[in-house]
């Protein structure tokens, strides 16, 4: 299997005034393309930091991080902010939905980075609706939907410009335990059948289990556990 | 008290009410109320004219506080006005998105806001459109390029002999020449039926103004032969109901009628006239000097001043220099200038209009700007999550700027266009109205122009604050932290 993402010797500090914080020194992976990662770990451990860096919405203070065989790392912010579109799909724990747009809307919207038209945007979302199970509420808001229909049009949202690589910050945290278990279900469709890599940070080790193999992070290291391969 | 103290005092009570009653009420709501109020007093000044006694003063300084502390008791608190929407945001759920639909969306997201802002700019653009159109109105008279008066040199109210009319007449580089004497007439009421009544030589007249006004030659036939005929434009025939041969009695606030020891005369309408839009002439109403001349009781053979045309206007600075110094050194100084030049300064005379104008208008767009731009940047703070999520989405920050941007800009255009129509409407209903006063209000074009010009400029200057904010807004701070 070829690897999709490879991180090496990155570190990423913040500086606080004169305090310089260092949350990750040397950090090294490798992602295999089609794999489905769950990251876990303490509150503060890095897990949001690392997934920024990887969709590349934040940057890295030194080291390499190559995408597909690419340096994404040495991109522009408007070639990094291109790059995104096309390859990255987010997911995050409160949806993030826009209020005043419908389902099928909220979905198009990574299109609008597209130049397809607008028939062709709305069999898109047709698609992608109909492979999260929401065709029924295309036409719904998001305040007229419940918390797992909202993340399931996110994950629609994320999906519809057909990225390599979807990356979900406790997408289950504000859910209950069947609506989470649905959700999951998802995205382990999506991993499985539709071949998207996946990097999932969660608190919940049964969320964990969907996914083909769990990182452990903290302070800014992976530690080894009896889940990882 | 004249109007301008008065409107300058306004305007400071205006600002210290608001100041005062936005540190006890804050929010876009009560400070759009507040301009709202504060722009429409002093609307009502304008239109209540000059004679503002200590009662007004006392009204307005009540009216304040009653109608602040009211608003204050009956706001509308967030509990009764759950965030509901009076139109739905998006119309057409079945609709696919785009940059200019999502602008607009974001535009309606709040609609008593929306509405609130519309209002105001509305408000901004209406009294600009007015009061500037009206200006142009009274400044800007279409006259001839070859037409010259002449005047005292003192004042324009002071009169010059008659003997002057024939030496003018037959200066190098007059073509034709008459003179008038203002009447100081009104019918029936002093203020409601006051009208610009001119003592006129007929024959002169008729051949200066020729294309000026449009008479039958039955009613031209009557008033060169008639001594008490008189002609009216059309809009005070209107008015008053009045037609031809009817005997109407004018009455003078200058002159006695010697004949009978009144201040009224009585003539008979030979006739009913239109002017072209804007014309000069378009409120004058007409009598003979002849009749007038005799009846007087003082001030017989001197006339008002000289309105006459040059062969070309080329030559008016020459027969303006040519008259003056003619009479240079005389008992009657002349003062001669084209007839443009002479409108400009009368409506100097009637008060600054421009200056009143320039405060209220300026008054007003000054406190839109603050309110719309505070809104504005209210609106996009409160959108900051949805920026982070565009910006995550990959769309750039350059076309974030744009879209808020192009909200100030819409919201601008829609008030200003509003405003313009309700401008439009006014100044019809003004110049229906106003069968005396001014007459022939519209939008001028130019007004148009630069209403366009400000409301871009509004725009831009409103949306560019949180545009910029919007644009350097930081993914991960704005998508905020748990
Ligand atoms: N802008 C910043 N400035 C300073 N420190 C920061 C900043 N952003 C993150 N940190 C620090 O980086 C560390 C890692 O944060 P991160 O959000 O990645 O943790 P996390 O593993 O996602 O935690 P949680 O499970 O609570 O979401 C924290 O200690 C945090 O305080
Ligand atoms: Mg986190």
């Given at each position: 299997m070829t690897d999709l993402i490879r991180l090496t010797d990155v570190e990423k500090t913040y500086t606080r005034g004169k305090e310089k914080i260092a949350i990750f020194e040397r950090l090294s992976m490798r992602i295999e393309q089609g794999d489905f990662l769950a990251l876990m770990g303490p509150s503060g451990s890095g897990k949001t930091t690392l997934l920024n860096l990887l969709g590349g919405t934040d940057r890295a203070t030194r080291g390499t991080i190559e995408f597909d065989g690419k340096r994404i790392d040495k991109l522009s912010e408007g070639q990094l902010t291109n790059w995104r579109a096309q390859n990255v799909g987010f997911i995050f724990q409160f949806y993030n939905l826009m209020p005043i747009l419908t389902a099928a809307q909220n979905v198009e919207l990574p299109l609008l980075l597209t130049n397809l038209s607008p028939k062709k945007r709305r069999e898109n979302v047709a698609t992608a609706l109909n492979i999260v199970g929401l065709s029924d509420r295309a036409r719904h808001k998001p305040r007229e939907m419940s918390g797992g229909q909202q993340q399931r049009v996110a994950i629609a949202r994320a999906i519809v410009a057909d990225p390599k690589l979807l990356l979900c910050d406790e997408p289950t945290g504000d859910l209950d335990r069947t609506t989470a278990d649905e959700v999951l279900g998802t995205l382990q469709l999506l991993n499985r059948d539709l071949g998207k890599t996946i990097v999932m940070v969660t608190h919940d080790a049964a969320a964990a289990k969907f996914a083909k193999r769990t990182l452990h992070l903290d302070k800014g290291h992976f530690v080894a556990s009896e889940l990882a391969a | 008290m004249n109007r301008i103290t008065y409107l300058l005092a306004h305007i400071l009570l205006g600002v210290l009410a608001f100041l005062v009653f936005t540190r006890v009420a804050p929010g876009p709501l009560f400070s759009a109320f507040q301009l709202l109020f504060f722009i429409l007093s002093i609307t009502l000044i304008i239109w209540r004219g000059?004679?503002?006694?200590w009662r007004n003063w006392a009204w307005l300084i009540l009216l304040i506080p009653v109608v602040n502390v009211g608003f204050l008791l009956f706001a509308p608190s967030k509990e009764r006005f759950p965030k509901r929407n009076f139109i739905e945001i998006t119309p057409d759920r079945s609709t696919t998105v785009d940059d200019v639909r999502l602008v607009r969306w974001n535009l309606a997201r709040n609609s008593v806001r929306t509405i609130l802002l519309s209002v105001s700019i509305l408000i901004a653009f209406l009294l600009f459109g007015v009061l500037v159109s009206f200006n142009v109105a009274i400044t800007d008279v279409r006259t001839a390029p070859n037409r010259m008066v002449t005047l005292s040199k003192i004042n324009f109210t002071e009169s010059l002999p008659i003997a002057y009319f024939d030496r003018v007449l037959h200066?190098?580089?007059?073509?034709a020449a008459t003179h008038m004497n203002w009447f100081g007439g009104y019918y029936q009421d002093q203020r409601r039926g006051f009208m610009a009544v001119f003592a006129v030589d007929p024959d002169s007249y008729l051949r200066v103004y020729q294309d000026d006004l449009h008479l039958t030659p039955q009613a031209r036939e009557t008033f060169l032969h008639e001594r008490t005929a008189l002609l009216v434009p059309r809009n005070i025939a209107d008015r008053y109901h009045w037609r031809v041969g009817q005997h109407i009695p004018i009455n003078s606030n200058i002159f006695t009628n010697g004949t009978n020891g009144s201040h009224v005369w009585d003539f008979t309408i030979a006739g009913i006239f239109e002017t072209p839009?804007?014309?000069?002439?378009?409120?004058s109403v007409l009598i003979r000097y002849d009749y007038f001349n005799d009846t007087i009781t003082f001030g017989r053979d001197r006339i008002g001043w000289i309105s006459f045309l040059t062969t070309?206007?080329?030559?008016n600075d020459r027969v303006a220099h040519a008259i003056d110094t003619r009479f240079a050194n005389s008992q009657d100084e002349t003062s001669t200038q084209d007839a443009a030049a002479f409108n400009r300064s009368f409506a100097a005379q009637l008060g600054n209009i421009a200056l009143v104008v320039t405060l209220v208008v300026g008054a007003a767009f000054a406190a839109i700007l603050l309110i719309v731009g505070t809104t504005m940047a209210l609106a996009v703070r409160e959108r900051t999550k949805e920026v982070g999520v565009l910006k995550t989405l990959g769309f750039s920050s350059g076309r974030i700027l744009r879209m808020v941007l192009g909200e100030s800009m819409l919201l601008s255009l829609i008030g200003a266009t509003l405003g313009l129509l309700a401008a439009a409407g006014v100044l019809y209903i003004l110049s229906h109205l106003n069968g005396g006063g001014g007459g022939g209000f519209h939008l001028y074009p130019s007004v148009i122009g630069i209403s366009a010009a400000i409301a871009i400029a509004l725009g831009l200057v409103t949306g560019i604050l949180p545009a910029l904010s919007a644009y350097r807004m930081n993914i991960i701070e704005a998508l905020g932290r748990r």
């Open positions: - | 000059i004679n503002i006694g200066t190098d580089g007059v073509l839009d804007g014309n000069s002439q378009a409120n070309s206007a080329t030559v």
